[in-house]
């Protein structure tokens, strides 16, 4: 049988878990809610953590984002998609990724699309396009980002 938490040792497993990296409110509510507490502990427990700044939406976000661009080399869109599965506000989304400059995109893509151009197989151009392009949408870039690596570079 599943032992019941408390809210004393839910707020202390969470701030400890926030303190060891950071993490974004919608992560706090769906631990609470797999743990069975009440929605007025859940709000209690999540005003707590924003208080004592365990928790910050937009620093996650913040985080977040230059994470998946500068390692994951993620597009604005992945980028959207997984920050709106973390019910990170759409206004600080917003925010954030307009921060970012769109030729740090433009110079991203250019190098995936350099190196994914080598492990292509392809009979000819049209349909060398059109596999470097899924491969640019699968990763979360736009259209406009994808047809500026094409007009600059002439990659495709």
């Known amino acids: 049988m599943k032992k019941t938490i408390t809210t004393e040792e839910a707020y202390s497993k969470l701030s400890a878990l926030c303190a060891s990296a950071e993490h974004c409110s919608g992560e706090m509510v769906e631990k609470m809610q797999r743990w069975g507490l009440s929605e007025k502990a859940q709000t209690e427990i999540l005003a707590k953590l924003t208080e004592k700044q365990f928790i910050d ?33 759409k206004g600080i989304q917003q ?7 769109p ?7 250019r190098q ?5 151009r080598k492990s292509v197989d392809a009979t000819n151009d049209y349909e ?7 491969f640019a949408l699968q990763r979360g870039f736009t259209m406009d980002i994808i047809h500026q690596c094409i007009d600059d570079d002439q990659l495709l």
């Open 128 to 134: 060398m396009n059109g596999k470097l392009m899924r």
């Open 57 to 89: 939406d937009e620093r996650f976000c913040r985080a977040f984002v230059k994470d998946k661009i500068r390692y994951n080399k993620w597009g604005r869109r992945k980028i959207e998609q997984a920050l709106y599965m973390k019910h990170i506000d």
């Open 112 to 116: 995936l699309l350099q190196q994914k």
């Open 95 to 101: 925010r954030v990724l307009d921060e970012i400059d």
């Open 103 to 109: 030729s740090e995109y433009v110079e991203i893509l």
